[in-house]
């Protein structure tokens, strides 16, 4: 294994440190989201961190929705688009651009979602493989 450089392993952490203050999360609930999407068996944990997130009430639910959406957690993504959609949230009219969430292309309430909102379902090229 090749060692880290000393001045990129500093910049690195410098910009953690400032991405977690600019979010306002603790550290560990950020390490254990990112650890989630890295690894699947620890994806229940990355899970319980966006719980806490949105117990907070500090990020819009669409955000919330894509979070989950990239952890496989459909049922409370697609839960929280809906409830997104229902308030008329933040960032909803996004909702068929991100590609965190064409992973919901197949589902019939990700596409009623999108009806209410007046946008196309993403096609079979944007979803990936």
Do not use: K
Not at 13 to 35: K, N
Not at 55 to 61: C, E, I, M, V
Not at 84 to 110: C, K, M, N
Request: proline share 10%.
């Amino acid at each position: 294994m090749i060692p880290p450089e000393p001045r990129l392993t500093a910049a690195l952490g410098d910009r953690y440190r400032r991405g977690v203050q600019v979010l306002g999360l603790p550290p560990d609930q950020l390490m254990a989201y990112v650890d989630g999407v890295e690894r699947p068996a620890s994806r229940a944990t990355a899970a319980q961190a966006v719980d806490e997130m949105a117990a907070r009430g500090q990020f819009p639910l669409v955000i919330l929705a894509r979070l989950y959406a990239v952890l496989g957690e459909r049922e409370r993504a697609l839960s929280l688009l809906e409830r997104a959609v229902e308030q008329r949230a933040p960032f909803t009219t996004y909702i068929g651009r991100w590609v965190d969430l064409h992973s919901l292309a197949d589902e019939p309430r990700f596409r009623a979602v999108l009806r209410r909102v007046g946008l196309p379902n993403p096609g079979p090229a944007a979803r990936g493989p």
